[in-house]
């Protein structure tokens, strides 16, 4: 059973500071990562992908994956009230164009 | 503009109808999916098809059914077999099977509910 854990919040950050959000997954073979964020009433809308160990930057975000631990991770930098939101973690198992395994996301507050 | 298009935007049900949700891109990819979401509940794959004329189950395809007979359009029906059908329901698509790691991207979502 593929299994996509985050922690469902609410996570609560000041306005300017670095919010951390983390996303464990149960398949050691998993190949490949996506934050998607998804504010309420709305579709997903894709942040950041990685698919190797290490860090991965674009812009204000940073995607985190270590598979020895089968954690991968979102930091957003000078969060802004703007960046409130659910944020989905997925995993794509094989690395094909199979289907995506979600969590069940992270509520997101930035308190101005 | 270049997209995913899902229409309609909301749909309702009667008891014991079939009812077809459209998806329509125009990115040029291979790859087309469909997800359902609950509320506060992550996306559950229902049906996927990586080419034209083909199509494979999902985690969750019982009560659904899928064609895909041009690559541009990947319609859902949600049959009455289907007991629990409200829900958000999202079509993606990728740019294709033969290139590892790719990100899937959405359409708007169609918000179906019974009468």
């Known amino acids: 059973q593929k299994e996509v854990e985050q922690n469902s919040g609410p996570l609560s950050v000041p306005e300017g500071a670095i919010a951390s959000l983390n996303c464990t997954y149960s398949d050691r073979g998993s190949q490949s990562f996506f934050w998607y964020r998804q504010y309420s009433g709305k579709s997903p809308e894709l942040i950041m992908f990685?698919?190797?160990?290490g860090d991965k930057e674009d812009g204000r975000f940073t995607a985190q994956l270590n598979k020895a631990s089968q954690y991968v991770s979102l930091l957003i930098r000078d969060s802004q009230p703007s960046d409130s939101a659910t944020y989905l973690c997925a995993v794509n198992v094989g690395g094909g164009a199979d289907g995506l395994t979600f969590g069940k996301g992270t509520h997101l507050i930035i308190q101005p | 503009d270049g997209g995913i298009t899902q229409s309609p935007k909301y749909l309702f049900r009667k008891e014991g109808q079939n009812v077809t949700l459209s998806c329509e891109q125009n990115l040029n990819h291979d790859a087309m999916y469909w997800y359902r979401q609950d509320p506060g509940q992550g996306l559950r794959l229902i049906y996927y098809?990586?080419?034209?004329?083909?199509?494979q189950k999902g985690d969750i395809a019982e009560g659904y059914s899928v064609s895909r007979e041009k690559k541009e359009s990947f319609p859902l029906t949600v049959t009455s077999a289907q007991k629990n059908p409200t829900a958000f329901y999202l079509c993606?698509?990728?740019?294709?099977?033969?290139?590892?790691?790719?990100?899937?991207?959405f359409g708007d979502g169609t918000r179906l509910s019974i009468l």
């Open positions: 990685i698919y190797s160990n």
């Open positions: 098809s990586q080419i034209v004329n083909d199509f």
């Open positions: 993606a698509s990728s740019i294709t099977r033969l290139i590892r790691n790719q990100p899937q991207h």
